[in-house]
C-alpha cells in the first residue's frame, strides 16, 4: 500500500487494513456559506467495530490553496460524526476488510482528485467511490441509487433539505 503514503493517514496502522468492515455510512457536514447554492461536505464512515470506524475524505489541500484535493483517512473511536447534520447509513456485503476498500479506491484511481473551480465535487467524489464499491460487489445493490438521491439534496444546519439535482463533478486526475 505504498501508494497510501501521499495521504492523510491519522491513527492508521498496516494491521488496521485486515479489520473487516461492518457498514457504511455517508455523512454531511453543514455549510455557513452564504453562497446562492451552497452544497455540504461529504465524507465516508467504515465501520469496523461497534463504536470504531476509519473516516475517508477527498478535502481540499488548505496548506497550498491548490484545487488538487488530498485524501485523508483517520481512525476515529466512533461510528458517525458528532457534527454531522444529515446521515445515510449503507449495507456492505460480509468478509471485506479495509483493504478491499481502500484497493479499490486505489486501483480505480480515486484518490487523486482536482475540485471545481468554485470548490465543489466532494458529492461526486463520494457518489463515484460508491458506485466503484457497489460494482466491485463490496456493497449491497441499489447502494449507488441511494447515495444519488442523498447526495442530490443540500442539509442546511436547521434540519430542512433542499433539492440539488446537479451534482457538480470535479475531475479524477
Not at 481512525?75 to 456492505?92: E, T
Amino acid at each position: 500500500m505504498d501508494r497510501l503514503q501521499s495521504w492523510t493517514l491519522t491513527r492508521f496502522t498496516e494491521d488496521d487494513l485486515s479489520k473487516p468492515i461492518d457498514a457504511t455510512r455517508l455523512v454531511a457536514y453543514g455549510n455557513a456559506s452564504t453562497d446562492l447554492n451552497p452544497t455540504n461536505m461529504w465524507a465516508i464512515f467504515l465501520q469496523v467495530e461497534e463504536t470504531s470506524s476509519f473516516r475517508l475524505e477527498m478535502v481540499h489541500n488548505e496548506v497550498t490553496d491548490s484545487a488538487i484535493g488530498i485524501m485523508t483517512l483517520d481512525h476515529k473511536s466512533y461510528y458517525g460524526s458528532y457534527n454531522s447534520i444529515h446521515n445515510l447509513d449503507l449495507s456492505v456485503k460480509n468478509g471485506f476488510t479495509l483493504r478491499s476498500f481502500l484497493d479499490s479506491i486505489l486501483v480505480n484511481r480515486r484518490d487523486k482528485f482536482r475540485f471545481t473551480a468554485t470548490g465543489e465535487g466532494c458529492r461526486h467524489w463520494v457518489q463515484t467511490v460508491i458506485s466503484d464499491w457497489e460494482g466491485a460487489g463490496l456493497m449491497e445493490k441499489g447502494s449507488t441509487q441511494k447515495a444519488q438521491d442523498t447526495l442530490s439534496f443540500y442539509h442546511p444546519m436547521d434540519s430542512s433539505s433542499e433539492s440539488r439535482p446537479i451534482i457538480v463533478q470535479g475531475t479524477f486526475i
